[in-house]
């Protein structure tokens, strides 16, 4: 599979390091899918994988059936959640899962990179890092969990510590 190139000349205020920036043309689509521009995209730091560099970063095989590649969306502090194309079946006749991260790596919010939170502006959270994105692209201060039972910390009831 090969890698496109978007927009190569830089926006202002996006690092230079960040050009080219590479998706794979079906992981672009699926970003354009969901709303979310160019200007968007490049403020982030997504990008493909094949499917030995996804396997490679999560730390454990896939079915050998499929060709994989693997969506980048890089929280902070290295923790990084992938969307896998086409979703992932373990088992005959299960459905599909479409996101999955390293093992043991627990569950954080996403701030995108490179956009900022305004203090004196209400803050959104929302499930998914597409619709955190594209709540940025559309004005708005918005973290995004990677599920809807991501704000809490595993097997208890209470919030993860970033959202303390």
């Given at each position: 599979m090969s890698?496109?190139?978007?927009?190569?000349?830089?926006?202002?205020?996006?690092?230079?390091?960040?050009?080219?920036?590479?998706?794979?043309?079906?992981?672009l689509e699926d970003l354009k899918k969901s709303g979310l521009n160019e200007e968007t995209i490049l403020r982030t730091d997504l990008y493909s994988l094949n499917k030995e560099e996804l396997e490679k970063?999560?730390?454990?095989?896939?079915?050998?059936?499929?060709?994989?590649?693997?969506l980048a969306f890089p929280y902070s502090k290295g923790f990084t959640r992938y969307k896998i194309f086409p979703p992932v079946v373990w088992k005959d006749g299960e459905k599909g899962v479409k996101y999955l991260q390293a093992k043991a790596s627990g569950v954080h919010l996403y701030l995108p990179a490179g956009i900022q939170i305004q203090?004196?502006?209400?803050?959104?959270?929302?499930?998914?890092?597409?619709?955190?994105?594209?709540a940025f692209q559309e004005g708005f201060s918005c973290l995004g969990l990677g599920g809807i039972w991501n704000w809490k910390t595993n097997g208890e009831d209470k919030p993860i510590k970033e959202l303390l």
């Open positions: 890698l496109i190139e978007i927009n190569p000349t830089p926006f202002e205020g996006i690092p230079q390091e960040k050009y080219p920036l590479t998706l794979f043309p079906e992981h970063a999560l730390g454990y095989k896939l079915p050998k059936k499929e060709n994989y590649t693997g203090n004196d502006e209400p803050i959104y959270i929302t499930e998914g890092e597409k619709k955190a994105l594209k």
